[in-house]
């Protein structure tokens, strides 16, 4: 199977302290026919990160302040998908190499080659093009049969959560149909919501099956969830896109969500679906602590946060599609 062709150009994140080299990367990149957005500081990439979505990270190795060895570390926690190429002195390869256990992805030395660094551009965005279509190979049914059997593991810890997954990825698989994501976008999307809540493995069943509303400290292990169930998925490589999506279920439009505090455009969509399915199913089903708020009711909620928690133009595709299944 061939890699999907892109319908937008890949957006790549450049970043790097000296101003000069940082603008050669940009000019030369763009004329690559690359989207680029420039950082002149590790920490400044970080920031980015948090707000905006970006298909490959360009940095730096030695920068003052947040390293880019550290800066790939951080992205690969927040964004598992996203490959991490760094840029190096010839003295300092071995660090290079070494940072390959530490997020990234791969590595160019100085002086660049800016005729060669598209090259190794598309090899990190290929690679990461190809997992979809490896997952969809023969072994792939294995996989997934396991993973729906450990989600549904997760389910049987609360007998007020049982299928809970099933009825998620429904949702979210009717939310994909409305917004018309292609066939590889569903596959990650199936994946995701089954696999969405596994990280409550790692919960007690005390704080997870608990009759009353969870203390800030129960909340906080509750919270932790999220974070725990990418670095599970995350353990297949060919799963770090479903890892991605499954760490950053929780996050809000505004930045209050958790564990990374994304925001807007910076969450992936997958994870903006799975948001809304999760929300609607927990309002619509009975829990040990109150009973279903009914469908109404979590109409107007999913309405009254769209914008600050939830995906507006996504709440409203949502609506429209389930309000016409009465039985969904």
Do not use: C
């Not at 969870?214 to 670095?231: I, S």
Request: glycine letters at 6%.
């Amino acid at each position: 199977m061939n890699p999907p062709v892109p319908t937008r150009p890949f957006r790549l994140l450049v970043v790097d302290d000296m101003e000069a080299m940082r603008m050669a990367l940009e000019d030369s990149l763009r004329l690559q026919g690359y989207e680029v957005v420039s950082a002149a500081s590790g920490e400044e990439a970080l920031e980015l990160l948090r707000w905006q979505r970006f298909d490959l990270l360009l940095t730096d190795q030695a920068m003052p302040g947040l390293s880019g060895i550290e800066l790939a570390e951080t992205t690969a926690r927040i964004h598992p998908d996203v490959p991490i190429v760094l840029l190096t002195g010839h003295s300092d390869v071995e660090l290079a190499k070494a940072s390959l256990q530490r997020g990234a992805s791969d590595f160019v030395t100085k002086p660049v080659n800016i005729r060669e660094l598209p090259i190794v551009i598309e090899r990190n965005l290929t690679r990461r093009r190809l997992e979809v279509a490896r997952l969809k190979e023969r072994e792939a049914q294995v996989l997934f049969e396991a993973i729906k059997a450990l989600a549904s593991a997760v389910d049987a810890k609360d007998p007020y959560t049982a299928r809970h997954s099933m009825r998620v990825t429904r949702l979210s698989m009717i939310v994909a149909d409305a917004i018309g994501l292609t066939a590889d976008e569903k596959y990650v999307l199936e994946l995701s919501a089954w696999m969405h809540d596994v990280g409550k493995i790692g919960v007690p069943d005390s704080i997870l099956t608990k009759a009353s509303r969870l203390t800030p400290e129960e909340f906080e292990v509750m919270k932790a969830h999220a974070a725990k169930g990418g670095e599970i998925v995350g353990q297949i490589e060919e799963l770090s896109q479903v890892a991605d999506v499954i760490r950053h279920h929780h996050e809000r439009l505004d930045g209050q969500g958790y564990p990374d505090g994304l925001r807007g455009e910076a969450i992936p969509l997958l994870s903006r679906i799975i948001l809304i399915a999760d929300s609607f199913e927990a309002m619509t089903s009975d829990r040990s602590y109150r009973r279903s708020t009914g469908r109404g009711h979590a109409f107007e909620e999913l309405k009254m946060h769209s914008g600050d928690q939830f995906d507006p133009e996504l709440v409203a595709a949502f609506i429209s599609r389930i309000e016409a299944l009465p039985d969904a």
